[in-house]
């Protein structure tokens, strides 16, 4: 019998959230945060290798050397997703896993990794949605520039065309990059992610060097896989509410909505940066790295739009009097993420939070899928979704999460709004599958609904890991 034999079937019956036949249900990861075997297999370093291993970097001193060790685990692993009834496993492919120096000779026992691990999810009827780069830099890419140079650009396009011919054959869904404001600009400017810098005019370019390489990849994609593949790029984008009806706060709320949103939808899908951000980040960079020709690559039309939503912020004008609030859960690093918004605050609010801190509200998920839909018509996919708690495992064996269970009820249920409202939104991956490195917070935080015990990398299914299977099994959210 196996964990989920156990669990009490529910009905659909009364249950008015039905979704759409075929809607995908997924479950989520990346490489670093869950495959160890850092140094296995010709893999090298990647920046968050390094980061994690500079003392002072991540909670505890945590890596991602082990991890959840599904580099040796996977085959378990999916047969967890099996169990799960996830149709759908969205997993991201470790650059220097496959290219160890970033350019140049191909690592074959790194492809082979990604090439059983496609097989072996394809045998189980589970569709493999793969993330080309999610945030794990090669090392030596990072020490010629990183995403300030333009060659990574280039660099980028190749490990793509490298991935599409050895796994175009069995994976047709494919991800450029997974939420590139966070390699920009908690990365580049903030600190708090590798490679550690705090420089926002290395953020803003990075942002530009990000976007050309997904869409020189974008296009080695097309030239490479069958007509059928479906080609994406994944954001996180904000949800940004302005604190009052105050002009002031509509004006900071506007800048967030620029930096985190704007600035990737307007190159993406209008092929032009918004004026505004580039006025108030003026201060900051002369923005010379966009060069003649870059916009129209960066527009290359994609298939679909991944999205990745938490939580909204509240964001207020900072007069500069008051000690400036920060509430927007991007930690205290030497750098401030938010370049040209020194006027800007993050506000915290009452209610209820998760681990993270971050407040539990899905009004915003609806808010936020009605709104892309409106302004770019383009199909979207919740790529990540989800909430960290402190769990533990009971005295009866079993991980009790009712507040993950309630948060994703709630999720779930406001993607059921947003389609109904007519936003075409075709699968939810839940973030996340196991419990992982969570980066800068290391094994402190568990995102996923399926528990790890660290120590003896057993897996124990969640309340929540339950809940996702009726959900997934009735195509419905189950009534309470
Ligand atoms: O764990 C991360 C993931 O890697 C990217 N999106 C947010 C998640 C939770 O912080």
């Not at 007509?227 to 996180?236: D, G, H, P, R």
């Not at 010379?288 to 690559?297: A, T």
Request: hydrophobic share 40%.
């Amino acid at each position: 019998m196996t964990q989920l034999d156990a669990v009490e079937d529910s009905t659909v019956e009364g249950s008015a959230l039905v979704f759409p036949d075929g809607f995908v249900w997924g479950t989520a990861t990346a490489a670093y945060q869950i495959e160890g075997g850092a140094a296995e297999g010709g893999r090298t370093p990647s920046i968050w290798d390094t980061f994690s291993h500079t003392p002072g970097k991540v909670f505890a001193g945590d890596t991602g050397d082990v991890a959840a060790d599904h580099y040796h685990r996977y085959r378990d692993d999916v047969a967890l997703m099996a169990e799960l009834g996830a149709a759908a496993y969205r997993f991201s492919t470790s650059w220097s896993r496959v290219i160890p120096t970033g350019t140049g000779p191909i690592n074959r026992e790194g492809i082979d990794f990604y090439s059983r691990l496609v097989d072996e999810l394809l045998a189980r009827n589970i569709t493999p949605t793969l993330t080309l780069y999610h945030w794990d830099l090669p090392q030596e890419l990072q020490d010629a520039g990183g995403w300030t140079v333009r060659d990574t650009a280039y660099r980028f396009a190749d490990y793509a065309a490298v991935m599409a011919d050895a796994l175009g054959d069995r994976v047709a869904y494919w991800t450029t990059l997974n939420e590139p404001w966070c390699s920009a600009f908690l990365g580049y400017a903030a600190g708090v992610h590798a490679p550690g810098h705090t420089d926002g005019a290395e953020a803003l370019a990075a942002v530009h060097h990000l976007l050309l390489g997904h869409g020189l990849a974008i296009q080695a994609l097309r030239a490479a896989l069958p007509a059928k593949a479906q080609l994406a790029i994944t954001l996180n984008p904000a949800v940004a509410r302005p604190a009052t009806s105050s002009a002031d706060d509509a004006r900071a709320a506007s800048k967030v909505d620029g930096l985190q949103n704007r600035i990737w939808l307007d190159p993406l899908f209008r092929g032009r940066y918004p004026d505004d951000v580039r006025a108030f980040t003026a201060e900051v960079s002369d923005w010379s790295h966009v060069q003649d020709g870059d916009l129209p690559i960066i527009a290359t039309p994609i298939d679909v739009l991944g999205v990745n939503y938490y939580n909204p912020v509240i964001v207020a004008h900072y007069d500069g009097v008051k000690p400036r609030a920060h509430a927007d859960g991007h930690g205290d690093g030497a750098g401030d993420p938010w370049p040209g918004c020194a006027d800007v605050q993050f506000l915290d609010r009452p209610g209820r939070h998760t681990a993270m801190g971050w407040p539990v509200d899905a009004t915003g998920l609806r808010d936020l899928l009605a709104r892309l839909w409106s302004d770019h018509h383009t199909p979207m996919y919740i790529t990540e979704n989800g909430a960290a708690y402190d769990d533990v495992v009971d005295a009866d064996g079993q991980v009790h999460d009712p507040e993950r269970v309630q948060y994703l009820g709630e999720h779930f249920a406001a993607v059921h709004d947003a389609i109904a409202d007519g936003a075409d939104v075709r699968g939810y991956y839940v973030w996340s599958l196991l419990d992982n490195f969570e980066w800068s917070y290391g094994y402190s935080k568990r995102f996923g609904v399926v528990y790890v015990d660290f120590d003896s990398q057993e897996r124990t299914t969640k309340d929540s890991g339950k809940f996702f299977a009726r959900t997934a099994r009735n195509n419905a959210v189950p009534t309470p």
